[in-house]
């Protein structure tokens, strides 16, 4: 049979004989109809016909306000429902970064610009959606000069709550609207962030004096997150000169959330004459640092007994997520206090005689090795292991998941009578 010739394609055909004037009937109604087809339509034109300047600029506003109507219809529900399936949210994240990626060219019309922005501002009022830094970028990615800065500034101060306050007052800052700025800064002077931000503020106006006034004022009446404040007086005192100044205020950052690292870079710092002044201080304050970090410097320092009251106290890590540390500090203890350190392997066992999930089973067992090895390898008691092990065992026959996940990992466990 003769091979039959290939057809052209239809669509191809009807579009040569059709008249300019029904292609571009054609085309302005799909883009219509359609978001992206109108995007796409914009971008293939741009790149196949000469335009003039003010044309590139205004498509490319079309073009964001496509890509908007096409996240749109998902960012409303975003926002009725407080969030999405991850499929939604992945959309409307990618189309509003393509947003701000055109944006930041810097070659958006004025006009689309602003239509984008009262078509976001809505959306950052009402914080509901999950997209908040996007959309705020998008908004500040719209502004191209001090006066849309300025009225972004506006329209954040119209809106309530301290955080977009905080954006309309760093906006006057940045665009030197002095008289604004001072006067939003003045409504909200509670954290040692916000004293450390009108300091900053008249130290670069060239306003030193005022600006170690408010920063000293701070010092004593802010509270919650003081440290850009604190460092801030810290370093006006090294140039000064004051050092007894300078280390009481890095005495204060270390021992705020006191850690390891903060305690070993503040030993570096200090003379062999201010660390011994300083030492006994700084162990006083351990007693308001986390658990981890106190057995952190108990062991740096080593006092094992220390550690070891701080180990025990604590809760056995049941999860791969927590309580590495913990663990090895427990190995590095066994042969030195192993009754402790046996005591509080078993106080990871749990309950022993109720039913779990395998998963559960399973980390049992993997305990039950460290008991096997404290009592077999550490201590040297067979008879007490067999005791201990044979009644586990006795008390959980009819637990066949317990038994199989037990088998697996602890040595003997098949050859125990139960």
């Not at 085309?27 to 293939?44: H, M, N, Y």
């Not at 509901?128 to 998008?138: H, K, P, Q, S, T």
């Not at 006067?183 to 962030?193: I, Q, T």
């Not at 009481?248 to 710092?269: G, H, I, P, V």
Request: aromatic content about 10%; charged content about 35%.
């Amino acid at each position: 049979m003769a091979k039959k010739t290939k057809k052209g394609d239809t669509l191809t055909d009807l579009l040569a004989v059709a008249p300019h004037k029904v292609l571009s009937e054609l085309i302005l109604g799909l883009a219509t109809e359609f978001p992206e087809v109108r995007r796409e339509c914009f971008d293939f034109l741009k790149s196949h016909v000469s335009i003039s300047q003010s044309l590139e600029k205004r498509s490319e506003g079309e073009v964001i306000l496509a890509l908007w109507y096409e996240l749109a219809p998902d960012l409303e529900d975003l926002d009725n429902y407080g969030g999405g399936d991850y499929a939604t949210e992945d959309l409307v994240a990618e189309l509003l970064d393509q947003i701000r990626k055109r944006l930041d060219t810097k070659n958006v019309d004025n006009e689309s610009r602003h239509e984008i922005l009262n078509l976001v501002l809505p959306y950052i009022t009402s914080g509901n959606a999950g997209m908040d830094d996007m959309l705020y970028e998008i908004a500040y990615a719209a502004c191209y000069d001090n006066n849309d800065l300025r009225g972004l500034a506006k329209a954040f101060e119209a809106m309530s709550g301290e955080w977009k306050v905080k954006h309309a007052r760093d906006i006057y800052r940045r665009i030197g609207d002095r008289g604004k700025y001072l006067e939003l800064r003045a409504r909200h002077m509670e954290y040692g962030a916000d004293y450390h931000d009108l300091a900053t503020y008249y130290w670069d106006s060239g306003e030193k004096e005022k600006a170690l006034n408010v920063a000293e004022e701070g010092l004593c009446k802010a509270r919650g997150r003081m440290n850009e404040l604190r460092e801030f007086v810290a370093v006006r005192a090294q140039e000064a000169g004051d050092r007894d100044k300078y280390m009481a205020l890095q005495f204060a950052q270390t021992t705020d959330r006191l850690s390891l690292e903060k305690y070993k870079t503040f030993k570096k710092m200090c003379t062999s004459a201010e660390w011994k002044s300083f030492e006994p201080k700084v162990l006083g304050m351990l007693k308001n640092a986390w658990g981890t970090d106190r057995l952190k410097i108990r062991m740096h320092r080593r006092e094992y007994d220390e550690a070891l009251a701080i180990l025990i106290k604590g809760r056995y890590p049941i999860s791969k997520w927590e309580g590495e540390y913990e663990i090895k500090v427990a190995k590095k203890l066994e042969r030195r206090s192993p009754e402790e350190i046996l005591k509080y392997y078993l106080y990871g066992l749990g309950n022993l005689n109720r039913n779990a999930q395998r998963k559960e089973y399973n980390r049992k067992a993997k305990v039950m090795v460290k008991v096997h090895h404290m009592l077999v390898d550490v201590l040297g008691d067979e008879a007490r292991w067999e005791k201990f092990a044979n009644k586990v065992k006795q008390d959980n026959l009819r637990r066949p998941a317990f038994q199989q996940e037990f088998a697996q990992v602890v040595p003997g466990w098949p050859e125990l009578s139960g």
